[in-house]
């Protein structure tokens, strides 16, 4: 059984978020399903079959190595680059998943859009201890819904997102997934309008490299402040990624690229 990691989000190898790729011709059971993603350890795994004539072109499922999730963006980019690369499929794919039909789109440029739903936000106060758990003072708080799950939190400054060395456990407590730190860019002469970091240690990933379903949140909370709807994104992990982001209504596009760098079998 073919498999591929992929590196979302960026353009250069060992850098954006890698996710692990499989084409099947159904899904086996949930628990062959997770084993995998355990083995893989990647962030994410997607699992991807095709489908018969009707509302979609692929049934897509994605598992954490702890658990299924309702929506990843990075690794919906990495299949639809999958499929694109290896002229599995041509032009905008339909993906049928857990939040409803997304549909990646490739670009001329190589890049690839993806269309998802836009996360709502709910402002909030600031909770009590989760200054302590971040190692940082918040300056707004926002709930960004049930498809998203994270608490997103706003700070001073880009040093201070950059600079964080949260308490995991103690942010567990405090969101369904984990915790969206994000700033304006200090200098958007960088190629950026925002950065940000993630933390889910809830669904067993400590700090994720490049998060796209983060960004369907950040796309609407940093262009109300920004008066703009098309914005760029920086994730800024060890890995780093750059995200582009629409904010279209209620859908939010995210534009990204992706690299194959590992192509290999499946043995069991």
């Known amino acids: ?15 954006g978020n890698p996710a692990g790729v499989l084409l099947l011709d159904a899904f086996p059971d949930d628990d062959w399903l997770q084993n995998v993603a355990m083995e893989v350890n990647h962030a994410e795994t997607a699992f991807a079959h095709r489908l018969p004539d009707g509302g979609a072109d692929w049934a897509l499922r ?27 499929h041509e032009g905008p794919v339909r993906f049928a998943t857990r939040s409803g039909v997304l549909v990646a789109t490739p670009g001329e440029d190589g890049s690839i859009t993806l269309d998802f739903p836009t996360a709502p936000l709910t402002p909030l106060e600031i909770p009590a201890g989760v200054a302590d758990a971040l190692g940082a003072e918040p300056v707004a708080a926002c709930g960004t819904g049930p498809n998203v799950g994270d608490l997103l939190l706003e700070l001073a400054d880009e040093k ?7 308490d995991l456990k103690a942010i567990a407590a405090h969101s369904a997934r984990g915790i969206i730190a994000t700033a304006r860019a200090e200098d958007p002469a ?5 950065v940000s970091r993630c933390f889910f240690p809830n669904v067993g990933i400590d700090e994720d490299p490049v998060t796209g379903s983060a960004h369907t949140a950040l796309a609407p909370y940093w262009s109300e402040r920004l008066g703009r709807t098309d914005l ?11 995200v582009g982001t629409g904010l279209r209504g209620d859908r939010t596009l995210l534009t990204g690229r992706a690299v194959t760098v590992i192509d290999g079998e499946l043995l069991v």
Not at 190 to 194: A, I, K, Q, T
């Open 232 to 242: 760029t994104g920086r994730q800024a992990s060890r890995r780093s990624g750059l």
């Open 62 to 88: 994605w598992f954490t190595p702890a658990t299924e999730v309702a929506m990843c963006g990075h690794a919906t980019l990495a299949t639809a680059h999958v499929l694109h690369t290896t002229g599995t």
């Open 160 to 166: 201070a997102v950059l600079g964080l060395a949260p």
């Open 1 to 15: 059984m073919r498999m591929r990691i992929v590196d979302a989000f960026t353009d250069r190898p060992f850098s």
């Open 190 to 194: 960088r190629g950026y309008d925002f």
